[in-house]
């Protein structure tokens, strides 16, 4: 079943514009995990339009470009 694409989203910013951020889910995940716990521990937020959640602003700041990684070999 194909959805419409003027159909909200349940997570904003989507899955799908945050992946043109990373390489891979995993790296999306782990990205924001850790930028998450960054926000817990007292980090300033890179984002205006703050939210309740550190989650959500970790993955506003990842969908904006703001936050970036390196894969180190």
Do not use: W
């Amino acid at each position: 079943m194909k959805l419409k694409e003027d159909v909200l989203s349940m997570v904003n910013p989507s899955t799908d514009s945050m992946l043109k951020q990373t390489h891979s889910r995993y790296a999306l995940v782990v990205l924001a995990s850790k930028r998450a716990r960054e926000l817990l521990n007292g980090a300033p937020c890179r984002v205006e339009n703050r939210a309740n959640k550190f989650v959500t602003n970790a993955m506003e700041e990842i969908n904006e470009g703001k936050v970036t990684y390196t894969i180190k070999d």
